[in-house]
């Protein structure tokens, strides 16, 4: 149980909530049972706050680029440490009292993922305990789940007395839209926070020397005002796949009223389409250093309510598998939903199949571990059988910085979130990583408030330190990935020897080659199976997958080697049997999804064909879902 930081008592910092009205407002929702305050009564506490903001306005503004979820949890924290914030975000989202009303209502063309699947990993519980208590109580006031990584274990695994560390092994289980009406709703009763929505953010307005070498500093920002979306009828979004696939991309409107906007620092929380590289040139700054590695990955999302009272084999909710040519994880949400999401490789052209609703389903009734959530009577689609399969392509591991020769490029110019750094969403890494970058941004500027250039190196220094390694480590995963996903494609294990030419031509990346195979070679048939047997490197596993140890120290110190190399040599010299994620072979999924395609031709042609069947499997279903490792 999450012991409530504030506990009704608390003196929050100079700038935040009072005592009076806002430590009530939040901190009485600890309890699930607490009732969430009422809309008259929050339009009350909120004419408080702008009256509260008028009389003890800072004299410092940070503007905020993207209220998103670093955007908003860094407001909240520099408000807290004496800014004032004005965060500008191109959506508007109207009011609504409920993850639901969020989920259903909010247009968020700036991000395409509002839809897809998201885990919030342990590290992110413990940060939101920490440091955004409220919102934590918000989440867990309205549905949201905690999940203890040591209670659902994978069947047949003694975790043996419980240890230190054990009980910062917590999940959040909400959609992406709970967390964001969470932090949004704590963001707006913030004394000292603007939201400023439907305003896009063109560029930057800076001072200095363009063109004579001298370094430029950010002064503010220059916006445009987006014309206002037409109403809803119904005021529901009808969130056509079409719509998501397109939202990256979808043109800003060029008309609209434009504006300088002054601030003495300028935060660019505009995620993975931010456009700082080319922003900073245009003010005569470098342009950030980036290394990119592109998942190939397609990504396909379909969401849930439950309709029984439980969730089947009584679990939480968890199950990740990779086999390869496939990856599939079942995600818990808030309010009894849930969401399953596939990913194939971007080359593997017959499973763009898989957003077809009907190829989508019949895909996971043929792996028995996620299939047992869709079982009738356990599960319908959110919104009806015409619920999208969500489809999103163009994901890449990317990370930038902003620091040259020890020095900021831009002066009073900072990057958190997926703006800096970005890694593949199957990792679950991206909303952890943007709230440690906000509080890593908080902490550097209240440790240096009056020198933003030695808050960015202080910031910098953090994010190598505790998010850098992580992104390291996604970013060989995924190029490892991706030899052995066109390998599996051509049936062939050649893709995985690098050519000829390549060892002649570029010997460092044979070299990086090998080391990434002997690193999978380590995960696949050490770690993961060794996590299923062994208490101790499930331990170990899950507090690295959970950021709350650095991948290098957890997963290969000598004492972790020792135990895991036994169990590779058993599952090499036993060929990797006993697969822990039954499922299909490539080769009778693509049969699979060609039957369904037939039949429903059939269907609509009036020929009526039997319905698919998932081909027939040796292994049967398991009593439970069960947490696989990757
Ligand atoms: C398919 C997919 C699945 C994911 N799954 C997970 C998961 O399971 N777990 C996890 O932790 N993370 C996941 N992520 C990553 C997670 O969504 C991001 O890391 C997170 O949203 C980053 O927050 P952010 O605030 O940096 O950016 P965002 O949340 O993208 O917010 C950026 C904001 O800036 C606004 N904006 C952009 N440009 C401008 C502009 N010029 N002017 C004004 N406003 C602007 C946008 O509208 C948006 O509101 C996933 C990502 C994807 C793509």
Same mark, same amino acid.
């Given at each position: 149980?999450? /012991?409530?930081?504030?506990?009704?008592?608390?003196?929050?910092?100079?700038?935040?909530?009072?005592?009076?009205?806002?430590?009530?407002?939040?901190?009485?929702?600890?309890?699930?049972?607490?009732?969430?305050?009422?809309?008259?009564?929050?339009?009350?506490?909120?004419?408080?706050?702008?009256?509260?903001?008028?009389?003890?306005?800072?004299?410092?503004?940070?503007?905020?680029?993207?209220?998103?979820?670093?955007?908003?949890?860094?407001?909240?924290?520099?408000?807290?440490?004496?800014?004032?914030?004005?965060?500008?975000?191109?959506?508007?989202?109207?009011?609504?009292?409920?993850?639901?009303?969020?989920?259903?209502?909010?247009?968020?063309?700036?991000?395409?993922?509002?839809?897809?699947?998201?885990?919030?990993?342990?590290?992110?519980?413990?940060?939101? /305990?920490?440091?955004?208590?409220?919102?934590?109580?918000?989440?867990?006031?309205?549905?949201?789940?905690?999940?203890?990584?040591?209670?659902? #274990?994978?069947?047949?695994?003694?975790?043996?007395?419980?240890?230190?560390?054990?009980?910062?092994?917590?999940?959040?289980?909400?959609?992406?839209?709970?967390?964001?009406?969470?932090?949004?709703?704590?963001?707006?009763?913030?004394?000292?926070?603007?939201?400023?929505?439907?305003?896009?953010?063109?560029?930057?307005?800076?001072?200095?020397?363009?063109?004579?070498?001298?370094?430029?500093?950010?002064?503010?920002?220059?916006?445009?005002?987006?014309?206002?979306?037409?109403?809803?009828?119904?005021? /529901?979004?009808?969130?056509?796949?079409?719509?998501?696939?397109?939202?990256?991309?979808?043109?800003?409107?060029?008309?609209?009223?434009?504006?300088?906007?002054?601030?003495?620092?300028?935060?660019?929380?505009?995620?993975?389409?931010?456009?700082?590289?080319?922003?900073?040139?245009?003010?005569?700054?470098?342009?950030?250093?980036?290394?990119?590695?592109?998942?190939?990955?397609?990504?396909?999302?379909?969401?849930?309510? #439950?309709?029984?009272?439980?969730?089947?084999?009584?679990?939480?909710?968890?199950?990740?598998?990779?086999?390869?040519?496939?990856?599939?994880?079942?995600?818990?949400?808030?309010?009894?939903?849930?969401?399953?999401?596939?990913?194939?490789?971007?080359?593997?052209?017959?499973?763009?199949?898989?957003?077809?609703?009907?190829?989508?389903?019949?895909?996971?009734?043929?792996?028995?571990?996620?299939?047992?959530?869709?079982?009738?009577?356990?599960?319908?689609?959110?919104?009806?059988?015409?619920?999208?399969?969500?489809?999103?392509?163009?994901?890449?591991?990317?990370?930038?910085?902003?620091?040259?020769?020890?020095?900021?490029?831009?002066?009073?110019?900072?990057?958190?979130?997926?703006?800096?750094?970005?890694?593949?969403?199957?990792?679950?890494?991206?909303?952890?990583?943007?709230?440690?970058?906000?509080?890593?941004?908080?902490?550097?500027?209240?440790?240096?408030?009056?020198?933003?250039?030695?808050?960015?190196?202080?910031?910098?220094?953090?994010?190598?330190?505790?998010?850098?390694?992580?992104?390291?480590?996604?970013?060989?995963?995924?190029?490892?990935?991706?030899?052995?996903?066109?390998?599996?494609?051509?049936?062939?294990?050649?893709?995985? %020897?690098?050519?000829?030419?390549? %060892?002649?031509?570029?010997?460092?990346?044979?070299?990086?080659?090998?080391?990434?195979?002997?690193?999978?070679?380590?995960?696949?048939?050490? #770690?993961?199976?060794?996590?299923?047997?062994?208490?101790?490197?499930?331990?170990?596993?899950?507090?690295?997958?959970?950021?709350?140890?650095?991948?290098?120290?957890?997963?290969?110190?000598?004492?972790?080697?020792?135990?895991?190399?036994?169990?590779?040599?058993?599952?090499?010299?036993?060929?990797?049997?006993?697969?822990?994620?039954?499922?299909?072979?490539?080769?009778?999924?693509?049969?699979?999804?060609?039957?369904?395609?037939?039949?429903?031709?059939?269907?609509?042609?009036?020929?009526?064909?039997?319905?698919?069947?998932?081909?027939?499997?040796?292994?049967?279903?398991?009593?439970?879902?069960?947490?696989?490792?990757?």
């Amino acid at each position: 149980m999450v /012991r409530d930081t504030c506990g009704g008592s608390r003196k929050h910092a100079a700038g935040s909530l009072p005592s009076a009205t806002g430590c009530f407002a939040f901190c009485s929702l600890r309890s699930p049972v607490a009732r969430p305050p009422t809309a008259p009564y929050l339009r009350l506490v909120s004419a408080a706050r702008g009256e509260q903001r008028r009389a003890t306005r800072p004299k410092r503004r940070a503007v905020i680029i993207g209220g998103g979820i670093s955007g908003l949890a860094a407001a909240i924290l520099l408000a807290r440490g004496g800014w004032r914030v004005t965060v500008l975000e191109r959506d508007v989202r109207p009011p609504v009292d409920t993850p639901d009303e969020a989920f259903e209502r909010w247009e968020r063309a700036g991000v395409a993922q509002f839809r897809h699947s998201h885990t919030f990993l342990a590290r992110l519980t413990w940060v939101m /305990r920490e440091r955004f208590p409220e919102v934590l109580n918000l989440l867990r006031a309205h549905g949201a789940l905690e999940l203890p990584l040591t209670v659902n #274990l994978p069947p047949g695994l003694e975790l043996g007395p419980r240890e230190k560390g054990d009980g910062e092994l917590v999940l959040l289980g909400c959609r992406r839209a709970a967390f964001e009406w969470a932090l949004d709703r704590v963001a707006r009763f913030e004394p000292n926070v603007e939201l400023r929505e439907g305003i896009y953010v063109e560029g930057l307005a800076s001072r200095g020397a363009k063109g004579t070498g001298a370094r430029p500093r950010a002064t503010g920002v220059r916006i445009r005002h987006l014309p206002k979306p037409p109403p809803h009828a119904d005021e /529901r979004i009808p969130w056509h796949p079409h719509k998501e696939r397109a939202a990256d991309d979808t043109p800003i409107p060029q008309n609209g009223r434009r504006a300088v906007l002054a601030a003495d620092l300028v935060i660019d929380a505009s995620g993975r389409r931010s456009r700082a590289a080319e922003w900073l040139p245009e003010v005569g700054a470098r342009a950030p250093r980036e290394k990119i590695v592109h998942t190939g990955i397609f990504y396909f999302t379909r969401f849930y309510r #439950l309709t029984g009272r439980r969730p089947p084999g009584a679990t939480a909710g968890l199950v990740a598998g990779d086999v390869g040519w496939l990856k599939l994880a079942t995600f818990p949400g808030d309010n009894e939903t849930f969401s399953i999401t596939v990913g194939s490789d971007i080359a593997d052209k017959p499973l763009r199949a898989l957003s077809e609703p009907d190829v989508f389903e019949a895909m996971i009734a043929a792996f028995p571990q996620v299939a047992v959530w869709r079982r009738s009577g356990v599960s319908e689609p959110i919104e009806g059988p015409n619920t999208p399969v969500l489809v999103m392509g163009g994901l890449s591991n990317r990370l930038r910085s902003f620091v040259a020769q020890g020095a900021p490029l831009l002066d009073g110019f900072f990057a958190i979130g997926d703006a800096a750094y970005h890694t593949n969403p199957i990792y679950g890494r991206g909303a952890t990583c943007a709230l440690l970058s906000a509080v890593a941004l908080a902490d550097a500027l209240a440790a240096h408030p009056d020198d933003p250039a030695s808050a960015l190196l202080a910031l910098d220094a953090r994010v190598k330190r505790e998010i850098e390694p992580f992104w390291v480590s996604a970013a060989a995963g995924d190029r490892m990935s991706r030899v052995r996903a066109s390998a599996a494609a051509q049936s062939s294990p050649a893709g995985l %020897l690098p050519s000829l030419w390549t %060892l002649f031509s570029a010997p460092d990346r044979v070299l990086a080659q090998l080391v990434a195979q002997a690193l999978s070679v380590y995960f696949d048939h050490g #770690l993961v199976p060794a996590s299923r047997k062994d208490g101790q490197v499930y331990r170990a596993v899950m507090r690295v997958m959970n950021m709350l140890d650095d991948p290098r120290t957890g997963l290969l110190s000598p004492s972790m080697v020792a135990r895991v190399l036994p169990v590779i040599a058993q599952s090499l010299a036993t060929r990797g049997a006993g697969n822990a994620f039954p499922g299909p072979t490539r080769a009778e999924a693509l049969a699979l999804i060609e039957r369904v395609q037939r039949d429903r031709s059939a269907t609509r042609a009036g020929t009526r064909a039997p319905a698919a069947r998932p081909p027939r499997r040796a292994t049967p279903p398991p009593p439970g879902a069960r947490l696989a490792t990757r």
